[in-house]
């Protein structure tokens, strides 16, 4: 049987709680809810019954993630401005929810990059901040009750930054060749390197994690295999030790573009290492702590589903974990080792019937070159699954990956009655370096053939008819959604692009003064360097914008004003060009977000349109 239809709004609005964290002292929850239709701050007393007080008031842009700070008085979260992502600081007091949060890093543009506990220092933060100048982070410490800023360096040059170590200030930055080196500085201040990690290895940066005695670094590190294990790196030394890893999976890689995903690293509130998560198909945790051990093995009878957000309070005992699932997520759980009490806390969308949702299933795809490619199928409910209307939805990145759980666009998706395929193409992260390097030099050409062998795949198999198939996908998926309708135009039905890149060159060219360093290491190396006229040539053959004249399907192109990594110009050039030709574009503009739409009446208004797109081009029935 059909479920019932659902709409946008049960899918894209707010869910009604998600992101529990428990007190430092145990006694405490807080979590993020609606209030005037954006998430804010609430916190609640652990007793049942207790009524939850709201402690933020933000009523232009949707709080994202936050944190207890060592004080239980204290709730810290990062705020920019429309998705800007000039991210400030800002505090607000448990004892007073009708008091405004302070901001504690209010320089106009500026952009706040970590915050991290001083160690051995309670109530203090060091902060990476730029409000001396735009292109360079200058690092502080911040008393967290009173707000005040104490420089502790100048910034060592541009791509390069002040670490705190155990009693003493190192500093990180890439070399020319893009690797990750530490340096440093003697008593004439001049630097000296005690650590140098492959760069080639890490197109979006290495997962770290300081040790809380600041004597050394947790690390992912390829060296010596294709997988990604757990190091510590000695900071007086260099020398590396193996701490743990997995036989067939990566280090979770997905923090390290999403920073609000639950932590690759688990630790406790001293900031000792628990464990880590790995990923493949499905998630697994690895306990390193015996105690961790049993809590762990505790938590995971909750649920079917993969653990995901973890806190406790500073004894090791109380406990708030959250699960991914696929149809039933972000259920939260209470749970006490000392007494054994386990009860459930909420469910952050208690308005959806798991049944009707559809069952995401791992599928793997061999490509023309043999390369295999972990994917993921979503097959409506209740719908023969033979010559169906298909969108292939592609991920960002491209270093990214696409997982197992609930995604509202794939629910969306399968509910209307198409089947969704979800690739991890070469280039996607956490399937080994090799599958990552097999991307170098092929944006556009074997990425794309990726894409393309997939669909032959659901073609054959009889999951997908191959006059419905659509193309869609966000940041890099854009990029490769418009590749689809320039490259491949007879391929698909329809294309969505949300904010693509149309001009790789102009992509490089408009990146933030102090990311441009970093370039080395993903889009130089991957791509090419827009310096050079020949490689800049080889890009302009690779990107959409070139290929205007060959586009012969519908686009849906949507854009944040203010993305501060694929700015509105790629958007608008694809759309002008298109509509030039006389082709048929819907063009969305959203003045007050940037990369990611966040605010609840925006997604609403994507993704209806979105909808109404796909089931004119590809939801008639034949």
């Known amino acids: 049987m059909k479920p019932a239809h659902l709409s946008v709004e049960s899918l894209f609005s707010d869910p009604h709680r998600l992101k529990a964290r428990i007190s430092p002292d145990g006694t405490r929850i807080a979590f993020l809810a609606p209030w005037k239709n954006r998430l804010n701050v609430w916190v609640q007393d652990l007793e049942p019954g207790s009524e939850p007080l709201c402690v933020t008031a933000d009523e232009t842009r949707s709080v994202e993630n936050f944190h207890w700070a060592d004080d239980p008085r204290w709730l810290l979260y990062l705020q920019d401005s429309g998705g800007d992502e000039n991210w400030h600081l800002h505090r607000a007091d448990v004892h007073a929810p009708g008091v405004p949060a302070v901001d504690l890093t209010p320089f106009p543009g500026a952009r706040v990059v970590s915050a991290e506990p001083s160690i051995g220092r309670p109530g203090k933060l060091t902060v990476l901040l730029?409000?001396?100048?735009?292109a360079e982070f200058d690092l502080h410490e911040l008393d967290v009750a009173t707000g005040e800023l104490t420089l502790l360096g100048r910034s060592p040059g541009l791509g390069?930054?002040?670490?705190q170590a155990s009693g003493e200030l190192l500093v990180t930055g890439l070399t020319a060749d893009g690797d990750l080196e530490l340096l440093r500085p003697d008593a004439d201040g001049e630097l000296h390197r005690v650590v140098l990690l492959p760069g080639a290895d890490h197109p979006v940066g290495h997962l770290s994690q300081m040790t809380p005695d600041g004597t050394g670094m947790w690390i992912g590190s390829y060296e010596d295999g294709d997988r990604s294990r757990l190091v510590r790196v000695d900071l007086a030394t260099g020398e590396r030790t193996e701490v743990d890893s997995h036989p067939t999976f990566d280090l979770d890689p997905i923090p390290k573009v999403f920073p609000t995903a639950p932590a690759t690293f688990v630790l406790d509130r001293r900031g000792e290492l628990l464990g880590a998560r790995y990923r493949g198909a499905r998630q697994e945790i690895r306990p390193i702590d015996p105690h961790f051990a049993e809590v762990l093995a505790e938590l995971e009878k909750l649920s079917d589903g993969d653990v995901g957000e973890l806190s406790s309070d500073y004894a090791g005992?109380?406990?708030?974990?959250?699960?991914?699932?696929?149809?039933?997520?972000?259920?939260t759980w209470f749970y006490d080792h000392a007494t054994g009490e386990k009860r459930l806390l909420f469910k952050p969308y208690e308005h959806l019937d798991p049944e009707s949702l559809a069952p995401m299933t791992p599928v793997t795809i061999t490509a023309r070159d043999g390369l295999e490619l972990p994917s993921y199928l979503t097959l409506p409910v209740g719908a023969e699954p033979s010559e169906l209307p298909m969108v292939l939805l592609v991920h960002g990145g491209p270093w990214h990956r696409d997982h197992?759980?609930?995604?509202?666009?794939?629910?969306?998706?399968?509910n209307r009655g198409y089947a969704v395929l979800q690739v991890n193409f070469r280039g996607s992260d956490g399937f080994g370096k090799a599958h990552m390097q097999a991307a170098i030099g092929e944006f556009a050409g074997k990425m794309h053939d990726d894409l393309i062998d997939a669909v032959d795949w659901a073609i054959e198999r009889g999951y997908a008819d191959p006059d419905r198939v659509a193309i869609m996908g966000g940041s890099y998926g854009g990029y490769a959604a418009l590749v689809g309708a320039t490259f491949t135009p007879d391929r698909f039905a329809a294309v969505v692009d949300y904010v693509g890149i149309s001009d790789l060159a102009n992509f490089m060219r408009t990146q933030p003064e102090f990311v441009k360093p970093a370039l080395i290491t993903n889009w130089f190396r991957y791509v090419g360097d827009p310096a050079d006229p020949e490689q800049e040539a080889d890009m302009l053959a690779r990107s959409p914008i070139s290929h205007v004249d060959k586009i012969r399907s519908p686009l849906l192109v949507v854009q944040g004003a203010n993305d501060a990594r694929v700015v509105q110009g790629e958007s608008d050039l694809i759309v002008e060009a298109a509509r030039a030709r006389g082709l048929d574009v819907e063009y969305l503009v959203f003045p007050d977000e940037?990369?990611?739409?966040?605010?609840?009446?925006?997604?609403?208004?994507?993704f209806r349109a979105a909808d109404r797109f796909l089931a004119r081009h590809i939801g008639d029935a034949r």
């Open 130 to 134: 730029n409000a001396r100048t735009p």
């Open 160 to 163: 390069r930054s002040w670490f």
């Open 317 to 331: 005992q109380r406990w708030i974990v959250s699960f991914q699932h696929d149809r039933d997520p972000g259920v």
């Open 404 to 414: 197992w759980g609930f995604n509202p666009l794939v629910q969306l998706l399968a």
């Open 594 to 606: 940037g990369h990611a739409v966040v605010n609840p009446e925006n997604r609403v208004t994507m």
